[in-house]
């Protein structure tokens, strides 16, 4: 009787025999039809292919295919656009390799054929082409490092000195500070035991309060600001002054709150992109010196002061419109981005460019400084945001997440958490601590157009002082009745206040014509306010006062919010 079995094969050597796709190409053709077919998929997922419809459709088209087919989904179409690109990419291989095994084949049969340098010509022509037209081969993700300037050098390490004892202390410290004798890393660790110290109830009904006024927020008036639709707008750092912004280039000063215009600047040739105040404007800063600054399509950034009507310095090197700008916390430094795909940050004492940072591979639209002053996050069109390392140049976590534009940032008080509005119409919430997203708010029903944290104190030192907007709370009312048993607040200490206020609310604006306000611990909506239906909601901000919040809109028009109550002296 025959045995099927074979007992004379070593199974060990069997298992250890190296998998050659060869054998498989000539035993088993399907199965190499298949191995082949899942290696062109895997490739293919490394191409590049854009995420807006209308991209993808102007894509096929340059790429002479049809824009659209019968039934076709848009997801369908980024995988056939996806498709079309491997094919490309096919073809241009297989053509190199001809031209290859040709180029041998004259050599080594001896026939006369093209010169060396014709050869050569060939060859680097052959390196610069694209796969599918338009992108190379070998893919242009590699780090690159450029050498930099000793002003950079040297204010890299000012920053380090700058930010390493502020994010020691994490905020600045009250003037009358109990832990002056403490190092700043024991005040801080102090200052986080007595706030973890405070009880849930009073947590909860400090937080009812503050988000019980916002409920109560109404339209105060609405001012026409200019004659095309108005851009970002930013409060005082004292709240008592508003700038806004203008598609004329027209920036503007406005009293607050009676919205009187202050001043009217003919900033820019072309619609300006971005308004941002000096730290200590209005709170210290000479009114002769540097106070605000402003950023246009004409590719040029202007400083300005308080008092003339022409810039003090005009910061050129853009090489595309400017998206937005910032100060950094120190007052020293100012960024930009910019439709050229890149970061730039200027000095305010030389006004020369100390870096120009790349790393978007479309163009760069938002940008915020955290408040110790070593981070900068950066929102592009690619859908990816950035967080820097001003002191050492390099990435300190890439933020993807959103499928479209990043079109607002801002990081909070705390110092590990930023925010991020998109054209998804989301906003998304990220711990540099955990290194990832660790929320998303379906914000609203079309494009966040920006967003800010309210923000009291940051640049005063003034951080644990009730801002005034909130003075009139009953929960900050000491009752000495109730408490009896509780010892008091100092003499000089009743304005302080006893649980952490700034950062306690999220204020975004949207092309769906809303203002939204949103709890900053749990994210969730507080209240809904509704701005222009006719209009979208350019830009936000809150007045460190705790007193307005200020929306422009599209209609030309800016708005002031607030309570019915509110002290307008």
């Not at 060990?12 to 082949?36: I, K």
């Not at 690109?85 to 073809?91: A, D, M, P, S, V």
């Not at 958490?417 to 540099?432: A, E, H, P, Y």
Request: hydrophobic share 30%.
């Amino acid at each position: 009787m025959s045995s099927t079995t074979p007992i004379d094969v070593d199974y060990d050597t069997l298992e250890s025999q190296p998998f050659s796709l060869s054998d498989v190409n000539d035993t088993h053709p399907e199965t190499a039809r298949l191995l082949a077919e899942l290696d062109r998929k895997k490739a293919n997922r490394s191409l590049y292919v854009p995420t807006k419809d209308v991209d993808v459709k102007e894509r096929l088209r340059s790429l002479a295919q049809p824009i659209t087919l019968f039934g076709e989904r848009p997801e369908d179409r980024r995988d056939r656009l996806r498709e079309v690109l491997g094919k490309l990419r096919e073809e241009n291989r297989r053509d190199k390799k001809e031209k290859r095994e040709q180029r041998e084949a004259r050599a080594s049969g001896g026939e006369e054929g093209k010169s060396n340098e014709e050869e050569e010509e060939e060859e680097e022509e052959e390196e610069d082409e694209d796969d599918d037209g338009s992108e190379p081969e070998v893919e242009d993700e590699e780090e690159f490092y450029t050498e930099g300037s000793q002003e950079l050098k040297d204010s890299r390490r000012w920053i380090a000195q700058y930010s390493l004892p502020r994010w020691v202390g994490r905020v600045p410290k009250p003037k009358r500070d109990p832990f002056r004798k403490m190092s700043r890393a024991k005040a801080r660790i102090q200052a986080q035991r007595l706030e973890a110290n405070v009880k849930l109830g009073r947590l909860m009904d400090v937080r009812r309060a503050v988000y019980g006024q916002l409920k109560q927020y109404t339209n105060l008036g609405s001012q026409i600001g200019d004659s095309r639709p108005l851009g970002p707008l930013k409060f005082s750092p004292d709240g008592q002054m508003l700038l806004t912004s203008s598609w004329t280039g027209m920036a503007k000063l406005w009293n607050v709150p009676s919205c009187k215009e202050v001043r009217t600047l003919k900033a820019h040739k072309e619609r300006i992109g971005g308004v941002a105040w000096h730290p200590t404007a209005t709170i210290g800063q000479s009114t002769a010196s540097v106070n605000f600054a402003t950023s246009g399509a004409d590719k040029e950034i202007k400083l300005w002061n308080l008092e003339g009507s022409e810039p003090l310095s005009t910061l050129t090197g853009h090489s595309a419109r400017v998206s937005r700008i910032a100060f950094h916390p120190s007052g020293h430094y100012l960024g930009s981005t910019s439709y050229d795909g890149t970061f730039r940050l200027w000095s305010i004492e030389t006004s020369h460019e100390l870096l120009l940072q790349e790393g978007h591979s479309k163009e760069v639209y938002s940008l915020a400084f955290q408040a110790d002053g070593s981070l900068a996050c950066t929102g592009g069109l690619d859908a990816i945001g950035r967080v820097w390392d001003l002191r050492s140049g390099r990435t300190a976590m890439v933020l993807d997440g959103h499928v479209k534009d990043v079109l607002a940032m801002d990081f909070a008080p705390n110092g590990h958490q930023i925010v991020s509005g998109s054209n998804d119409d989301t906003i998304r919430v990220w711990d540099l601590r955990a290194l990832k997203s660790v929320y998303t708010i379906p914000a609203h029903k079309s494009a966040v157009a920006d967003l800010t944290f309210f923000k009291s104190g940051a640049h005063t030192g003034e951080w644990k002082k009730i801002p005034r907007g909130m003075k009139g709370l009953s929960v900050f009312d000491w009752d000495d009745e109730a408490n009896k048993d509780v010892k008091g607040p100092k003499e000089g200490e009743q304005d302080l206040a006893d649980v952490p206020l700034n950062g306690s609310y999220l204020v975004s604006g949207g092309y769906d014509g809303t203002v939204k306000v949103w709890s900053a611990d749990d994210w969730q909506l507080v209240k809904t306010l509704t701005a222009d239906s006719e209009g979208k909601v350019m830009g936000v901000d809150v007045s460190p006062d705790a007193r307005f919040i200020a929306s422009s809109e599209y209609s030309r028009t800016f708005k002031l919010w607030s309570t019915p109550e509110v002290d307008l002296a």
